[in-house]
């Protein structure tokens, strides 16, 4: 099962910033927090991880809480493009793998 | 920038006969993935590949499914006798390092429809 809890749905301006929420409160001390997004049907996209420090990226920005039990997506000025499911996953590795577990993500509207 | 990509877009079988799904990884990566996405669900683990062989599968993968590196470049998935549930769509996805931190990077996926 995903270890991470997400809220199923949120709405956001378009051009304003998209601020995803993400609670993943039995993670390990070494595991990290890994975010997609699926449009449509296509391919989950690659956004962003992180361990413990705060990323970013030409995409979006991952902040971290210092406990790592929640982290927060942030898409700064999302476009129409944006709207998207966004999975928050934290890899799990084991045996000689490191799968993804996905749950049901938070579906983001961006709307106009 | 590189990527997976993955064929055909969309196959379309009757029930009982054999498909093959095919994915070109990223061409410096060694591990290999296949996940499917019944409509309106998540995503799902199927298996992982690396060296030759299969390093972990999930209860989804049974005897029907069958994966290989038939050649430097191809990954395969086969579903030997599909069944009506098996119609989904089927990500490859391919990573460098099962290093910790290491990025999978998925591909576009083929729609299977069985008939």
């Known amino acids: 099962d995903a270890k991470t809890t997400q809220p199923p749905s949120m709405d956001c301006a378009e051009g304003r910033a998209a601020n995803l929420p993400c609670n993943h409160s039995?993670?390990?001390?070494?595991?990290?927090v890994y975010w997609y997004r699926q449009i449509h049907s296509q391919g989950p996209q690659y956004i962003i991880h992180?361990?413990?420090n705060n990323e970013t990226n030409e995409m979006a920005s991952l902040i971290i809480t210092e406990d790592r039990k929640s982290s927060t997506l942030i898409l700064p000025h999302a476009t129409l493009r944006d709207t998207a499911v966004y999975y928050c996953?934290?890899?799990?590795?084991?045996?000689?793998?490191?799968?993804?577990?996905f749950g049901q993500g938070t579906t983001l509207q961006v709307k106009p | 920038e590189p990527e997976v990509t993955q064929t055909p877009s969309h196959q379309v079988t009757q029930m009982g006969q054999e498909v093959i799904l095919r994915c070109v990884p990223i061409?410096?990566?060694?591990?290999f993935y296949w996940y499917r996405q019944i409509l309106g669900q998540k995503v799902e683990f199927l298996v992982s590949?690396?060296?030759?062989?299969?390093?972990?599968k999930s209860e989804i993968f049974d005897d029907q499914f069958s994966v290989e590196r038939p050649d430097g470049s191809n990954f395969t998935l086969k579903i030997r006798s599909t069944k009506l549930e098996d119609s989904a769509m089927y990500f490859c996805?391919?990573?460098?390092?099962?290093?910790?931190?290491?990025?999978?990077?998925f591909g576009p996926g083929t729609r299977l429809t069985v008939l």
């Open positions: 039995t993670i390990s001390g070494n595991e990290y």
């Open positions: 061409s410096n990566h060694l591990y």
């Open positions: 992180g361990l413990k």
């Open positions: 590949f690396y060296n030759n062989e299969i390093s972990e």
């Open positions: 996953i934290v890899r799990v590795y084991s045996g000689n793998t490191g799968k993804l577990i």
């Open positions: 996805a391919s990573t460098r390092d099962r290093g910790i931190g290491d990025t999978q990077y």
